[in-house]
C-alpha cells in the first residue's frame, strides 16, 4: 500500500455506509495503521446521501480531510456519479455495487463491480448485510485494511443482533473479493 | 456585635461595614445565633454571597469558609461548591436585588433541583449598595432613585415564587421579629432540602428617607407595624391588607 | 513546588478512533476531572454528553445547568472545594461566561475551558468554524490579567492538551482554557492512550496565606473549603488572606501586578511550539489549530516541489510566544499567517516579528484548504 489512500465510501441512507466507513477505520487502526474519518448523512447531506470519507496512512496523517478521492466505493448510481469528479488524477480505483450501479467509461481508472447486494440477497437473503460484503471485498481488492482486523472492529461496533449476519457478510465478501482478486 | 458570638466571627476583622440602623447587622446576629444555638461546627460551613451590602453579611465576617462572589451568582457557586463536597454545609446569604432579580434563574433552578442548600435573603426592598435604585421586591408606589414618581411595577411574592419552583421551605420573618426568624433559620438549616428564608430588614440610608421613614427607629417601628402573621390575616379589610406583610412559614403542599 | 504525579490512564492503553470532542472529555477525566458543568451548545455539546457517562463511571459529579454563566460560577465553586473542575462551550456561552472568568483569574481558582469555536459574531454558523474568540479569550473579562490559552490540532492533542491544561491551571492557579476549534472538534481521527499519564496536585500548605507570595510573581498554595482554614475568597480586591481591600492602592497594584507577573515571568516554561523545515525557509507559516493542518500539508507539498517553506506552529496562543516570533522575525524572512478570523494572531505576529508579516484571513465558515496555502505561497514566494 502506498503511503496515504483517501477512501470515500458513498451510498444513499440506510445502506450502512456510515457504519462500513467506520468499520474500516477502527479495523485499519488495528493494522497499525493512522486513519482519520469524517462523514455526512441525514439532514447535512444534500439529496439523502451517505457519505463516509476514511484516510488511510502508514504515517501520521497531515491534513485529515480529503483531498482528492484515491479508492471510491459506490453503492448507488447517484452517489457514483457525483463522486467521479473528485476522484485523484493517478492510479484512482472505483468499486461498485453491480446491481445498483452501471459505470460509464473512465480512461485511466480501474473499476471493479462487486456483486454486493446481489450476493447479500442471495446467499444471506439479507439485503442489509451488503456494506460489508461490499467492505470485505474492497478490503481484499484495495489492502486497505486485513480481513482479521475488520472481523474485530465488528465485534466492536456492531450491535450485537446483527453482528452474526454481519461475520457472515464479511466472510462472503473477503470470498469474493478474491475470487474477484483473480481474474 | 455581642462578645458570646466572637468565636463565630473573624478575628482580623472587627467592624462591620453596614450604616447605622441597617437591618443587615441585625440578620447577621440572628443568622450566628442560630448556628450557635444548633451547634453547628462553622469549620464545616461554607457561607456564600453575591454582590451587594447584604453579601458583606457573611464575608469576610464569618468565621467559616466564606465565598464572596458575583452580584447574582452566589448559588450558581454554592451549587457547585456543595455537589464537589456534599460534607458542607452550605448556606447562602445575600440581598433581594442579588438573589432575585440578576440572580433569580439561578434561585428558582436550585430550588427546582432541591439542591441542599439554605438561602437567607435579606429583603431591603431596594438596592442598597448602589444609591436606592428600584427592585423586583418594591413595593407599588415606592420611591426610589429610579421611580420618582413611585414604583410602577408589582414586586415578587418571594416565598410563593420559591415554593412554586419546588422549595420545601419557606419562610418570610422580618428581622424586627428575631425570636420567629431565628426558628426558621434553625428550622431551614435542620433540612437536607433546598430552603429559602426571606428576611425583611430594613435600609434606612436608601429606602427609608425617600419613604416618609426618615430615622432607622420610625423604620423598624414601620416595619413592626406592617408584619402581620397569616392568622392576623384572615379576615382583615382588603385595603388594610394591602399595606401588610404576610409574614409566617410557607411549606411545600 | 507542587507536585507532579504519575497516574493510570483512565482508559486501556492503546490507539483508539475519537472525536476531538470525545478526546477532551478522556483528556479531562485522565487529568484527575471529577466536576463538570455545562449548558448544551453546538459544536461543544458532545464533550457535555461524553462527560455525563464518564464522570459517572469515575464517581465524579456532572451538573447541567440553567446557563453558561451558572456553568462556569459553579465550576468555580466546585474548584474551592477541592474538585479539579472543567467547563465546555462555544462562542455564545463563551461571551457569558466572561465576568466569571474574570472571577476565576482574580480568586486564582485552577480551572479548565474548553471552547470549540463557531463561526461567529453572534450566533453566527452555529455549526460551521471559525477561530474568531482568541482576542475574547485573553481580554474578554474586564480589567488587566493573564491568563493560558492552548490551541491543539488534532485528536491527540485534544487529550493531550485538555491534560496539559489541568496540569497548568494547578501549577499556576489561573483558569485555562483549550481554544479548540470546529473542525478539530469534530475531526474523527487515531490517536494513542499511553500508559500514564503526567498530572498535578494541587499545592497546598496548611496555614500559609492563599492570595500572597513573597515574590512578586509567586503562586500561593490553595486550601479547600471543607478544610477548617477559615478561608475567605472574594472578587473585590484583598490582601494576602484574601481580606476585602477596597481603598488601598497598594494592595490592588501588588495583587493585579502578581497575577500578571505569575503568568508572563514564566511565559518561557509556558509557551510550546512546533517547528518544521525552518533552516533555508524563505517564508515561514505561522499556523494554529485546525489551519495548521492545512499548512503542514501545504508546506509538505511546496517542499516536493522544491519551494523554500517552512511551519511554525503555535501550541500556545497564550501568553503569546513574543520572544520565539522575534527570534524567527530576525532570520529575516517572510511570514505568512493564515487564520480563520480577521487576523487576530496576525496582529500579535506583527508586533515582534521586526520582518514583513503576510495575512491570509477567511472568514467564510469553512476550513482554510491547503490549496489556498498553496496558491498564496506560490505568489509571494
Ligand atoms: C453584573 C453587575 N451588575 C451590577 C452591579 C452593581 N451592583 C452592586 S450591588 C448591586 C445591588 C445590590 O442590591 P441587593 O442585592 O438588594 O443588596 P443590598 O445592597 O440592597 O443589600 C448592584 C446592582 C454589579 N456589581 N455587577
Ligand atoms: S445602604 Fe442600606 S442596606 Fe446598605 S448598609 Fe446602608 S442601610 Fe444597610
Ligand atoms: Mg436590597
Not at chain 1, 456519479?81 to 488524477?89: A, F, Y
Request: glycine share 10%.
Amino acid at each position: 500500500m502506498s503511503n496515504v489512500k483517501q477512501v470515500r465510501l458513498i451510498g444513499f441512507g440506510g445502506q450502512g455506509v456510515v457504519l462500513a466507513g467506520t468499520i474500516l477505520a477502527h479495523s485499519a487502526i488495528k493494522d497499525g495503521r493512522w486513519v482519520a474519518g469524517s462523514s455526512a448523512y441525514g439532514a447535512q447531506a444534500r439529496g439523502g446521501t451517505a457519505r463516509y470519507d476514511v484516510i488511510v496512512a502508514e504515517d501520521p496523517i497531515k491534513f485529515p480531510h480529503m483531498i482528492s478521492t484515491d479508492i471510491l466505493i459506490a453503492f448507488s448510481q447517484k452517489a457514483y456519479e457525483e463522486s467521479l469528479g473528485q476522484l485523484s488524477k493517478e492510479k484512482a480505483l472505483v468499486i461498485y455495487d453491480d446491481l445498483l450501479v452501471k459505470p460509464g467509461t473512465l480512461p485511466g481508472v480501474i473499476q471493479t463491480g462487486v456483486p454486493a447486494t446481489d450476493r447479500a440477497i442471495k446467499d444471506l437473503n439479507n439485503k442489509q448485510a451488503a456494506n460489508m460484503v461490499m467492505l470485505a471485498a474492497a478490503a481484499v481488492l484495495t489492502g486497505l485494511t486485513s480481513q482479521a482486523s475488520l472481523v474485530r472492529a465488528l465485534e466492536e461496533n456492531s450491535a450485537p443482533r446483527f453482528l452474526e449476519i454481519n461475520r457472515k457478510a464479511l466472510a462472503l465478501g473477503q470470498d469474493i473479493g478474491l475470487n474477484l482478486k483473480k481474474i | 456585635m455581642a462578645r458570646d458570638l466572637d468565636a463565630y466571627l473573624r478575628q482580623e476583622v472587627k467592624s462591620t461595614p453596614f450604616c447605622p440602623g441597617c437591618g443587615h447587622g441585625i440578620l447577621m446576629n440572628i443568622i450566628l445565633r442560630a448556628i450557635a444555638d444548633m451547634e453547628l461546627d462553622m469549620k464545616n460551613i461554607l457561607f456564600v454571597s453575591g454582590i451587594g451590602c447584604a453579601a458583606w453579611i457573611p464575608s469576610p465576617h464569618f468565621n467559616g469558609d466564606t465565598l464572596h462572589t458575583l452580584h447574582g451568582r452566589a448559588i450558581a457557586f454554592a451549587t457547585g461548591a456543595k455537589m464537589a463536597n456534599p460534607k458542607l454545609k452550605v448556606i447562602v446569604i445575600s440581598g433581594d436585588g442579588d438573589l432575585t432579580s440578576i440572580g433569580g434563574n439561578h434561585l428558582i433552578h436550585a430550588a427546582r433541583r432541591n439542591t441542599n442548600l439554605t438561602v437567607i435573603c435579606a429583603n431591603n426592598m431596594i438596592y442598597g449598595m448602589t444609591g436606592g435604585q428600584v427592585a423586583s421586591t418594591s413595593p407599588l408606589g415606592t420611591i426610589t432613585a429610579t421611580t420618582g414618581e413611585g414604583n410602577p411595577y408589582r414586586p415578587f411574592d418571594l416565598c410563593r415564587l420559591v415554593l412554586g419552583a419546588g422549595a420545601e421551605y419557606a419562610a418570610r420573618f422580618s428581622v424586627t421579629q428575631p425570636l420567629v426568624l431565628m426558628a426558621a433559620i434553625k428550622k431551614a438549616l435542620g433540612m437536607e432540602d433546598f430552603t429559602f428564608i426571606e428576611a425583611l430588614s430594613p435600609c434606612p440610608t436608601q429606602f427609608g428617607r425617600r419613604n416618609k421613614a426618615d430615622s432607622s427607629v420610625q423604620m423598624l417601628k414601620a416595619l413592626m407595624q406592617d408584619c402581620i402573621t397569616r392568622e392576623q390575616a384572615k379576615g382583615m379589610d382588603k385595603d388594610l391588607l394591602k399595606t401588610k406583610i404576610i409574614t409566617g412559614e410557607f411549606h411545600h403542599e | 513546588m507542587n507536585d507532579t504525579m504519575e497516574v493510570q490512564s483512565a482508559l486501556a492503553p492503546g490507539s483508539y478512533f475519537f472525536t476531538g470532542n470525545e478526546a477532551a472529555a478522556e483528556g479531562a477525566i485522565a487529568a484527575g476531572c471529577r466536576y463538570y458543568a455545562g449548558y448544551p451548545i453546538t459544536p461543544s455539546s458532545e464533550i457535555m454528553e461524553r462527560m455525563a457517562q464518564r464522570l459517572k463511571e469515575v464517581d465524579g459529579v456532572f451538573m447541567q445547568m440553567e446557563d453558561e454563566i451558572a456553568s462556569i460560577c459553579s465550576v468555580v465553586g466546585a474548584s474551592w472545594s477541592g474538585s479539579k473542575a472543567m467547563t465546555a462551550t462555544s462562542g455564545p456561552g463563551f461571551s457569558l461566561m466572561q465576568e466569571a472568568l474574570g472571577y476565576g483569574v482574580f480568586t486564582e481558582t485552577p480551572l479548565v475551558l474548553v471552547d470549540i469555536q463557531r463561526a461567529g459574531p453572534c450566533t453566527g454558523q452555529a455549526t460551521k468554524v471559525g477561530s474568531g474568540d482568541l482576542m475574547q479569550a485573553k481580554w474578554g473579562s474586564h480589567g488587566d490579567y493573564q491568563i493560558i490559552a492552548l490551541s491543539p490540532w488534532s485528536v491527540q492533542e485534544m487529550y493531550d492538551q485538555t491534560i496539559e491544561a489541568f496540569n497548568l491551571s494547578e501549577q499556576y492557579r489561573v483558569p485555562v482554557f483549550v481554544m479548540a476549534d470546529e473542525a478539530v472538534g469534530h475531526l474523527r481521527e487515531r490517536m494513542d492512550i499511553s500508559p500514564l499519564v503526567q498530572t498535578r496536585n494541587r499545592y497546598k500548605k496548611s496555614g500559609a496565606a492563599p492570595f500572597g507570595t513573597e515574590e512578586n510573581d509567586g503562586v500561593p498554595p490553595m486550601p479547600s473549603f471543607g478544610e477548617g482554614e477559615s478561608i475567605t475568597v472574594t472578587g473585590s480586591t484583598h490582601n494576602e488572606f484574601g481580606v476585602r481591600k477596597t481603598d488601598d492602592p497598594a494592595v490592588h497594584e501588588r495583587l493585579v501586578g502578581r497575577i500578571n507577573n505569575k503568568i508572563l515571568n514564566h511565559r518561557e516554561n509556558i509557551i510550546q511550539s512546533e517547528a518544521y523545515s525552518l533552516d533555508d525557509a524563505e517564508v515561514i507559516v505561522v499556523a494554529y489549530g485546525f489551519t495548521a493542518r492545512s499548512a503542514f500539508f501545504a508546506v509538505d507539498q511546496l517542499r516536493k516541489s522544491g519551494k523554500k517553506v517552512g511551519l511554525l506552529r503555535l501550541k500556545t496562543i497564550w501568553p503569546f510566544a513574543d520572544g520565539l516570533i522575534n527570534r524567527i522575525g530576525k532570520l529575516g524572512k517572510k511570514l505568512f499567517v493564515p487564520e480563520m478570523n480577521s487576523g487576530q494572531v496576525y496582529g500579535e505576529i506583527r508586533k515582534y516579528a521586526g520582518c514583513e508579516v503576510i495575512p491570509y484571513h477567511q472568514t467564510n465558515g469553512r476550513i482554510i484548504h491547503p490549496k489556498d496555502i498553496i496558491a498564496h505561497i506560490e505568489r509571494i514566494i
